[in-house]
């Protein structure tokens, strides 16, 4: 029975070093980010506080860990981390579309904000790429990058742009030797053009 109670004490006296321990480490963290302001690092510390005993009490351990390793020292931004990622980590599990899902996880696999940020970029830009109507220069940005429609995208419009230039440039040896070095890029033909043309 002593032993029993000797390391419950134990533990208890462990717990309260940890704490002291904790309070110690948020109170110079606190001095660290604002040295000469007592306000301003009293309100760091009670932020700091109260983000700590939150994090105690989270249940995802998966992205606690992700948030702990982005912020080591800051719990407020591990609180704000968490939060992100479950709301994120909850999105991804509702998304319907299941070829730009892939693309998200497979860009930030530990990362549940930028798999959200991920997938809705890309499903915008798969949208879009549905609905433009050049299909030699859809052609070229699906040779390009053929899983990535937010590449996709970005091509199609620079390609498109790069195209309607040419086509209102005169005809000249510029222009001719610019489509026959890059027959399949309106990009490289507008470089190509507009540096010949420069001199």
């Known amino acids: 029975m002593k032993k029993i109670i000797f390391t419950i004490v134990a533990i208890l006296?462990?717990?309260s070093a940890l704490g002291q321990s904790v309070e110690s480490r948020i109170r110079a963290f606190a001095v660290r980010e604002y040295p000469n302001d007592a306000q301003m690092q009293e309100y760091v510390?009670?932020?700091?506080?109260?983000?700590?005993?939150y994090m105690l009490s989270v249940s995802d351990v998966e992205v606690k860990g992700f948030s702990?390793?982005?912020y080591p020292e800051d719990y407020a931004m591990q609180k704000y981390t968490y939060d992100k990622q479950v709301s994120a980590k909850r999105y991804?599990?509702?998304?319907?579309?299941?070829e730009v899902r892939t693309i998200a996880v497979r860009e930030y696999p530990a990362d549940y904000s930028m798999q959200k940020y991920t997938y809705d970029k890309?499903?915008?830009?798969k949208r879009y790429m549905g609905t433009v109507d050049d299909y030699e220069v859809k052609r070229i940005a699906l040779r390009e990058y053929p899983s990535d429609y937010s590449m996709q995208k970005y091509t199609y419009d620079k390609q498109l742009s790069a195209k309607q230039y040419m086509n209102a440039q005169p005809n000249s040896a510029a222009k001719n030797r610019a489509r026959q070095?890059?027959?399949?890029?309106?990009s490289m033909q507008k470089y190509i053009?507009?540096?010949?043309?420069?001199g």
């Open 122 to 125: 890309q499903l915008s830009a």
């Open 45 to 53: 510390y009670k932020k700091q506080m109260s983000a700590y005993r």
């Open 92 to 98: 991804m599990t509702t998304v319907a579309d299941v």
């Open 181 to 186: 070095e890059y027959p399949s890029d309106y």
């Open 13 to 15: 006296i462990a717990i």
């Open 68 to 70: 702990i390793r982005e």
């Open 193 to 198: 053009y507009d540096k010949l043309e420069s």
